[in-house]
């Protein structure tokens, strides 16, 4: 079974439609919507009609399985007498009015007393006969024998699920009796009382074939449970291996399911110990009502999943007054009318889950065609399976397993979804495993590369600072002529500008940069370095005296030194330089604003969006020397500062701002130590 859900997709084209897989990302042609519009509509019909068929073969094949040969029953005739207020005694039943009903009695659930007459024939060569009775879920019935030695006339057993195992007439998981008829037709009659629905299937049969019949069924019960057993292990693993709440909710389904089965086919009877037998029969109405109420959950937790979410409402509601109703019921007693109300609940359903398969999706993933098929099947066989225990219509033999036959096709559905999904998320799983695996041997390359770039910058910077020195060292400025060596400087001083940017850049990509903060006086800090530039003539420095700041002194150094031999560089020569610093707020932490505007010179307008990024280079700045990366090391310097820096370009100016906060933890701070 495949875990795609395709789309629908409409086109005017003559050409194919791709669709697109929700959940596998895989695209298959299709052909266009008016070329196959009933093709699949169709394809689907035959298909589900042939799931329904499928489940009732399924259902009639195994209920025959455990049943018996017309051949071997021994009952010619059967009729009942409902006894609606329940006072009759064995005399006023048998003179009572008799209607004759088929191979099933299917009365549904009410508070009535029904008799039940029963015509045997006489085995050949005589012998006793075993009655068969089914299902084991009758509370209690009562067998009536004529009997000459008897003073009251007649002779009684009594059989059901609120008799102890120990004290039934016959051993065995389905009610019976013995009896030995003495006359060719022999009559017995049946006192019939539950709480449950009223129904009863009899057979009279000799001991073999009730051995042979009860063996069968156990075979095939041991089957049931060993493929539900193994289903119910899958998803206590898959939920150890990932734990989510809709495969908690199977796992819990299922239990209660199990447990329900366990006790509808009377084998909860056979394990309970004798003192607590008594118990058996409210351990069977509890899970008749607990089954229902947590496979209902699950569903809710896979309509989250798959939509339609607006059903969660009308599923919530149901949910909801389905517990407070049948609580109501118990706590005054009306244990039938909660199996009632159960029923209805269990029935309620229908509407919901074929709204399930036909409602369009709303929800962020797709429903699948299985879990659409799923719920549609779900509807038929809840109505197969509750109208006969409702009374509205007769029952058939394989319509008393029809509750548990019904729950193990949903089971074994939801099964083949829930694991085909488990497939598909181990799958997304391994593939993203493989990405990550990807990515962090990428990662792991691109470390490598940075070291191995570092290595080279350092030894590239320590090659070319020695042959710089000489050089330096090496002017006789006595003899050269002094604009020449004026120069030869500046040319000097842009190599080894280049080279601190270089080291610098690499610094911050490695995050190998340490911070001493101290008190700075942004104007006398600023002021010297303009000086040390060079600048100090061109700048117009706007900067109160008493404006201080906790910083890093090298860095921010490096910061208003990128800032303002960037502006130098490319301004046109005659055009000033502005330098303003003024306190301000940012995200209600105090600090100071920075401002570094120049002119520019015209078509040499950077991209605002790029000037920050490593080895950019405006039109203005080809024609010069430069690295392209003075404004990228101030970007991560300022970041690793605790600040921002922003940039404005106009037509015929550039200003570049940065706002430091007043004070920088310093690292013995930040360590919880004090200064």
Not at 52 to 58: E, Q, S, T
Not at 332 to 357: D, K, Q, R
Request: charge should be negative.
């Amino acid at each position: 079974m495949t875990w795609s859900v395709w789309s629908l997709a409409e086109s005017q084209d003559t050409g194919p439609v791709i669709i697109h897989s929700e959940l596998s990302g895989v695209a298959h042609p299709r052909r266009p919507a008016m070329m196959a519009s009933r093709g699949p509509i169709l394809r689907r019909a035959a298909v589900f009609l042939l799931c329904v068929a499928g489940m009732i073969l399924f259902g009639v094949t195994l209920s025959n399985f455990g049943a018996v040969s017309p051949e071997s029953d021994h009952v010619v005739e059967t009729s009942v007498l409902e006894d609606a207020a329940g006072v009759l005694d064995i005399e006023q039943a048998v003179t009572g009015q008799y209607e004759p009903f088929g191979s099933i009695l299917s009365e549904g659930y009410t508070d009535s007393v029904f008799w039940v007459r029963l015509k045997i024939r006489k085995p050949e060569g005589g012998g006793k006969l075993a009655l068969r009775i089914r299902p084991t879920f009758l509370d209690r019935i009562v067998l009536f024998q004529r009997s000459d030695e008897a003073a009251s006339g007649w002779v009684t057993q009594v059989t059901g699920d609120l008799v102890p195992f120990d004290e039934r007439p016959r051993p065995t998981v389905a009610l019976g009796f013995e009896v030995e008829p003495v006359a060719d037709i022999e009559e017995y009659y049946l006192r019939l009382q539950t709480r449950s629905s009223s129904m009863l299937r009899i057979n009279a049969v000799d001991n073999h074939t009730a051995q042979t019949a009860e063996f069968r069924s156990i075979a095939i019960l041991m089957v049931f449970f060993a493929a539900i057993g193994g289903i119910l292990l899958w998803t206590i693993n898959e939920y150890l291996v990932r734990p989510e709440p809709l495969i908690a909710w199977f796992a819990v389904a299922q239990t209660a399911y199990l447990l329900f089965a366990l006790s509808l086919m009377g084998f909860l009877a056979v394990i309970l110990p004798s003192r607590l037998s008594v118990y058996g029969d409210t351990a069977t109405t509890l899970l008749v009502h607990v089954g229902p109420l947590c496979t209902y959950i699950f569903d809710v937790a896979l309509i989250r999943l798959f939509g339609p979410r607006r059903l969660l409402p009308l599923f919530c509601v149901m949910i909801g007054g389905f517990v407070v109703a049948v609580l109501g019921l118990y706590a005054v007693g009306a244990v039938g009318a909660g199996l009632h109300v159960n029923a209805y609940f269990i029935l309620l359903g229908v509407p919901v889950f074929l709204a399930m398969a036909i409602a369009p999706d709303d929800g962020p993933v797709k429903r699948p065609r299985l879990l659409r098929t799923i719920y549609g099947l779900q509807a038929v066989a809840m109505v197969i399976t509750m109208t006969p225990l409702l009374g509205y219509f007769d029952a058939a033999e394989w319509t008393i397993h029809s509750v548990i036959i019904h729950g193990f096709v949903y089971v074994l559905l939801m099964f083949v979804l829930l694991h085909s999904r488990s497939r598909e998320v181990q799958d997304v799983a391994r593939r993203r495993e493989l990405e990550l695996n990807l990515a962090n041997q990428a990662l792991i390359e691109a470390e490598q590369a940075r070291e191995q770039q570092n290595r080279f910058v350092a030894m590239l910077t320590h090659e070319i600072k020695t042959p710089i020195s000489v050089i330096k060292l090496s002017i006789d400025r006595e003899v050269t002529d002094p604009a020449l060596c004026d120069a030869i400087d500046e040319a000097l001083q842009d190599i080894e500008g280049i080279i601190d940017r270089c080291n610098m850049a690499d610094q911050l990509d490695s995050e190998h940069m340490e911070l001493v903060v101290e008190p700075l006086g942004l104007h006398s800090f600023i002021s010297g370095d303009l000086e040390r530039l060079g600048q100090l003539d061109r700048v117009r420095l706007d900067i109160p005296a008493t404006l201080e700041i906790e910083s890093d002194r090298r860095l921010l150094n490096v910061i208003v030194s990128n800032l303002v031999e960037n502006a130098v560089r490319y301004a046109p020569s005659d055009t000033p330089i502005a330098i303003a610093a003024d306190a301000s707020r940012n995200d209600e932490r105090n600090g100071v604003l920075i401002t570094v505007g120049n002119a520019l010179a015209d078509g040499k307008v950077p991209d605002q969006s790029r000037v920050f990024d490593k080895y950019y280079r405006g039109p203005g700045a080809r024609a010069k020397s430069g690295s392209g990366l003075g404004l990228y090391v101030v970007q991560g310097l300022v970041d690793l500062l605790g600040g921002e820096v922003a940039c404005v370009v106009n037509d015929q100016s550039i200003a570049f701002s940065v706002w430091m906060p007043l004070r920088m933890k310093r690292a013995e701070d930040a360590a919880g130590v004090e200064p």
